[in-house]
Every structure is written in C-alpha cells, then in structure tokens.
C-alpha cells in the first residue's frame, strides 16, 4: 500500500463546477499536510497547508479526518486556471523535521470553458 | 522572490556517463533536497542536505551521490548513469522547521 493515495483523475469540470479531491495515508502518526498544486510541466508549488481545524482560502477548502486517515481539498467556482495537478504531501515525522514528506502521484483536474 | 533554479532542462546522456545536475537557491535556505519524480509515482527524495557538507540519504540513493560545498549550491551527481534513471529531476530547498518547499523547474534527464 502506497503511504499516500490520490485518485489521478483526471477530473474534467465545467467553468463554475465544484469539485472535490480525497487523499488517504498510511502513517496515523502523520503531523503535517498540505496541498501543493503543479501545472503541466511546471514544478510543484505550495497551494495551502492543512491544519486539524480545517483551511479555506478564498475559493479553496482544505479538511484534515485523522480518524479516516484522509485529506480533501474543494474548489469551488472552478475557473480554467486552476487546470493542474494537485499533490497530496504528507509529513510523518512531525513539524520539525521537514525531511521526510511524501508526496502523492496527483490528481489531474482540468477545467473546461 | 525565491529562487531555485537547476542548471539544465532538458538533458540527453548515454549508459555509463558521469551526469552532473546542479541546483543553486537564493534564499539563504538550510535544507536542500533531490526528488526524482515519474509517473504514477509521486515524488521520491533521493537526498537532502540540511547544511553544508551535510548530507543524508533519501528513500532511493542508490546510484546517486551529492555534494554540498557552498550553502547554495546542492550538486546531484550519477556516477555511472543507466537507462533507469531516466526521469524528472527536482530540487526543492527550505528553512529547517518551514512546511513549504520551493521547487526549481525540473531537469529532464533522458539516459539512451
């Protein structure tokens, strides 16, 4: 079992849509979580952290289920720009040691006119 | 505005070949990594540095070195490159305690 899943879509939305992305991990130890987006040929840059209370900027909504083991990230009002990869990134060993992140293949979300 | 960036984009090398991948950042970052990143896989670290003259193997190191000299400069080095290290190439940096990495734009190594 991989120790961080994502569906790799892709998701193919109209403009306007809401659409919701899962992430499940192995490690119930895991302290750290984030969502980083990567554009086609891009590298991957932060998109926002995770944190138990949940996180929402502007048309972005991250929620942390530790009992389920997963993370979600939701856009709503989907626009042609968020058209990416989304990588679930998970830090077992805690906020102090960034060493150790594992990164999800990603889900691949397009975004239609 | 952080910085990192890589010294190639695109490179082509043949099996057995000694490949040199560089990776300079800008911002005074301690901790500098090598990912390798591939289909359906997600990103792999290979090695981090957490200093100068530090370093600490990743989850696949095998057949990869590195070299930090200078604390800006992160060197990934293939000793004998083979036809399995084919792949994207990532260099991230960051502070010691930080959540976020920043990412240079990826060297696409093609090894015939």
């Known amino acids: 079992r991989k120790e961080v899943e994502q569906d790799p879509g892709p998701f193919n939305v109209p403009e306007g849509a809401t659409v919701a992305f899962n992430c499940t991990y192995s490690?119930?130890?895991?302290?750290?979580f984030f969502w980083y987006r990567q554009d086609c040929r891009k590298e991957p840059k932060l998109l926002m952290s995770v944190y138990s209370s949940g996180n929402e900027d502007g048309r972005f909504t991250a929620q942390l289920n530790r009992a389920s083991q997963y993370i979600s990230l939701l856009i709503r009002d989907s626009k042609l720009s968020d058209s990416a990869t989304y990588l679930c990134?998970?830090?077992?060993?805690?906020?102090?040691?960034?060493?150790?992140?594992?990164f999800g293949a990603g889900t691949r979300l397009t975004v239609k006119p | 505005d952080v910085k990192v960036t890589q010294s190639s984009r695109y490179l082509v090398k043949r099996t057995g070949e000694k490949v040199f991948l560089e990776c300079v950042q800008d911002?005074?970052?301690?901790?500098m990594f090598w990912y390798r990143q591939d289909p359906g896989l997600g990103l792999r670290l290979i090695y981090f540095s957490y200093d100068v003259k530090m370093k600490e193997k990743g989850d696949i190191p095998e057949g990869y070195s590195v070299s930090r000299e200078k604390k800006e400069r992160f060197s990934l080095i293939l000793e004998s490159a083979s036809t399995n290290q084919t792949s994207m190439y990532l260099c991230?940096?960051?502070?010691?305690?930080?959540?976020?990495?920043?990412f240079g734009p990826g060297t696409r190594l093609t090894v015939l």
């Open positions: 911002m005074d970052h301690e901790n």
């Open positions: 490690n119930s130890a895991s302290q750290s």
């Open positions: 991230a940096s960051s502070y010691p305690l930080a959540g976020e990495q920043f």
């Open positions: 990134v998970v830090n077992p060993s805690g906020p102090y040691n960034n060493n150790d992140m594992r």
